[in-house]
């Protein structure tokens, strides 16, 4: 019989807000059991390139990362936003440690190679990337990883990694150890039958559901890939995976992505 | 037979000069055995927070740190400066792990009280305020701590705090559980007899050494603390205190202070 562990990853919404950031420390440290924070940046980090002079440039929606770009994400992810999210954390109890991919090489990602666009020092990951004997040691000694959206080459590289893809490959290459629930927060209540309506939540999406919905052009164009991603990681062998409010986590509506 | 441990601390010199710290990274992943690395911040941040129109302030040499401050020092010390020694020292293949104060609860300050000068968020530590289960299951683990300049108040504040003293109550903490070595690297070769002639370094000072030291008026006046502090270590238990080159730390040339 495994051990449970949940996988939670927030985004910028809950990040940009401090009302919102406390209220979602408070309810994480009550979800019980063995668990894993994974944050993306929010704004901030947009707001102290400007402020340093250096104007964000985005490519369908991806951040282009430069040497310069890099260095100020990194400052913003693994200093201000982990950092707090840690102190936090640990005022309420939850014995949080943060991390980096570098930091104890827990995930080495390979610099994405220059296509069409030239991301810069963007990192992608594998199932092999992750060093899981380190976090089960981590989890092993009553922490809670708390991961910011930056990782390492090997090779002395700090790269800029997306946040959904982070928690997704540690949910994969820690599912033979755990079982694992992973979570993805975000501002609404759960997948919803109509956009407009926060109400509409589909509690339950089986493949075969997924089809359908998906056939019925019932799903926003912005959820498509982030479904596609979690059934996925439910094939790898990922429990189950969690679409929900990140200020509800601890409330029964949800999105519960299923096998079958 | 307790295992040996040494606990190294760079300062300014180092950090502020990408070559120079290349060769202590190179010569730091030289050194054999289990090991903690201490850095403090540099002149890096000053510029920062002077770009980002944030006027540094000092009192008696020391910083005054507000919250605008603290929020850019956390940013540079934990994110910056943390993370690129880290990645480094993985790329030589040293299993580094950042930590703050917080991460972990590693280290719990309290905030320093308000008398002639308010420092603002500033940690003091006491020999109690270390979690020595988690250092030795992370020294366990083959792991190398990295230490940044920033700690915690348990109450969700983070504060800065002087590296020194963190590297200082490590090693006092630490002792009852390892044959500690504290290495202060700076830019000199050790303590010299002469301030103007780096060749003139005294190889081992004993406490009465030292007195006479003191009472000759040859030790330059901003060593005296660091010593006074160094021999207090070694009283509370450290095996031996070494100031050194940063860049030599694996040459024999080096100021060794024991206890008699």
Redesign the interface.
């Known amino acids: 019989m495994k051990d449970s562990l949940k996988i939670v990853k927030i985004g910028g919404g809950v990040l940009d807000d401090p009302e919102q950031l406390h209220q979602f420390v408070a309810e994480f440290h009550r979800l019980p059991g063995q668990k894993v924070l994974v944050h993306g940046g929010g704004k901030g980090a947009s707001t102290l390139l400007q ?2 002079g250096i104007e964000p440039q985005m490519v369908n929606g991806r951040r282009i990362t430069d040497a310069a770009t890099l ?1 100020v994400v ?7 936003t ?3 999210l ?3 954390l ?2 309420r109890g939850t ?6 991919g ?4 827990v995930l080495r990602a390979t610099r994405r190679p220059v296509g069409a666009v030239d991301y810069g020092y963007v990192g992608d990951l594998t199932d092999q990337s992750v060093n899981t004997p ?1 976090l089960q ?1 981590l989890l092993g ?1 009553g ?1 809670t990883p708390v991961f910011c959206a ?1 990782t ?1 080459d ?5 790269l800029n990694t997306n946040a959904d893809t982070i928690a997704s490959v540690l949910a994969r290459a820690l599912a033979p150890f755990y079982e694992v629930a992973l979570h993805f927060c975000f501002e609404k209540d759960g997948v919803l039958a109509d956009v407009n309506d926060n109400s509409s939540v589909i509690p339950q999406i089986t493949p075969a559901r997924f089809q359908e919905l998906k056939a019925s052009g019932a799903i926003a164009a912005g959820m498509l890939p982030k479904l596609e991603n979690a059934f996925a990681a439910l094939e790898a062998g990922v429990e189950k995976v969690i679409i929900e409010n990140a200020l509800k986590i601890n409330e029964p509506v949800k999105t519960v992505l299923c096998r079958s």
Chains 1, 2 share one sequence.
């Open positions: 402020s340093l260095d990194t400052m913003f992810y693994a200093g201000k982990n950092k707090l840690v102190a936090l640990q005022e014995n949080a440690l943060g991390l980096s570098a930091d104890g090489n380190l040691t000694a922490l930056i390492h090997g090779q002395g590289q700090l």
